[in-house]
Each structure stands twice: as structure tokens, then as C-alpha cells.
């Protein structure tokens, strides 16, 4: 394989959450004065840590969400993640390939470590991820697009960028991975192609992957 460690996003490449959290969080929004459709929340905040929420919406009205809004925002997702997440398909069969070719990989998601790990343990994901190898926003000072949260990982995981691949589905991560150096391969499942132009490579079956990396 030619790459020394790949680097996961986490909602919408390891686990199915885009469809319940921007539903919730568009549902959130417009029940606190701020319409927001289910694409403008795709479109707008997909694959953005919670900062760019509060900012994007102090920027446009004016308003600063409520103290509470992180919290009741993740008790509303992690309930439903609860009652409906799935992980991605082909998602456990690309993590299978890695660990029989001996490829290191971890995850690196603008999502909190609550979220990470409880859609883990929602999907049986948690199995297959050691807590040295999950990485948050909350790890770094910026979220994507910045650099940071990727650098950091492969800081962590001892890899340099060059030698890492990133796997996104959202256009800041995708800018988050160029500006860090690496490869990234855009998922399309659910993102349109021409949104992920920049990456390295386009895939739209998460099976499809392992023959790509080598």
C-alpha cells in the first residue's frame, strides 16, 4: 500500500450520521428563529465543528445561539444516533483489509470525542478503534478547513503528512487535508463530486477503497 497510515473523517465515511445530524441541527436552528432547510444545513455545515455554527449564524442575524445549544444539540443526535445509526456500508470491510495488510489507521473528525465514541459504540465501531487512534477538533485549536486537526494525527499516530492519506466526504475536510500536505480521497456517497473537486481521487463505494490506496 502506498501510504504509512490512513486518516478517517468520521461522520459520513465511517459512520451514516450526515442525514440525522443536519436534520436535527436544521430542525434546531429553525426552532430557535433561524430557518434552516436540511441542504442548507449540508451545504453550510458539513463536516464543520460546532464553532463554524455559532459563527455563521452570529455573522448573518446578528444573534448569538443560546449557552445550552451544544448540549441539547448532542443529547438530541446522540439519542437518535441511538435509535438509527448505521455504520457506512463497506465501512467494517475496508478496516478489515487494513488490519490484514498491517496499515495503520486512525480518525480524525471535527465531531467532540462524545460523538465519536458514541456513534462508535452505536455502530460496533468501537471494536475496531484503540483511543490513541480517534482524534477531535476539541484535540486542536482550529477545526477544518485548517490543517490542524490532520497534522496533529499524524503527529500523534508518528507518520509524516506526506506518507498519509486522508478519507472525506466534506469540502472542508478536503481543504483541511490539502492545506496538511496529504492525499485525500473524496467519498461521493452523499456529497456531489464537483463539491470535492480538490481532492486526490473520487469514490463513491466505500468498498472500492483499499484497491485504490495501493
Known sequence: MRYDLVIFDNDGVLVD?????NRILAGYLTELGHPTSYEDSIRDYMGSA???VHDLVQERTGQRLPDD?????HARVFA???RE?????GA???????????????????????????GHW????????????????????????APDLFLYAAEQMGVAPERCVVVEDSPLGVRA???AGMDVYGFTAMTPAERLAGATRLFGDMRELPDLLV
Open 177 to 179: 487535508a490539502v492545506a
Open 50 to 52: 460546532m464553532h463554524r
Open 17 to 21: 450520521s450526515e442525514p440525522i445530524s
Open 122 to 145: 452505536a455502530t460496533g465501531l468501537d471494536e475496531w478503534f484503540e483511543e490513541e487512534w480517534v482524534f477531535s477538533s476539541e484535540d486542536v485549536g482550529r477545526g477544518k478547513p
Open 69 to 73: 445549544f451544544d448540549d441539547v444539540f
Open 92 to 118: 467494517v470491510d475496508v478496516l478489515e483489509r487494513l488490519v490484514a495488510d498491517g496499515v495503520p489507521y486512525c480518525v480524525a473528525s471535527s465531531g467532540s470525542h462524545a460523538r465519536i465514541r458514541t
Open 85 to 89: 445509526l448505521k455504520p457506512i456500508a
Open 80 to 82: 437518535a444516533f441511538e
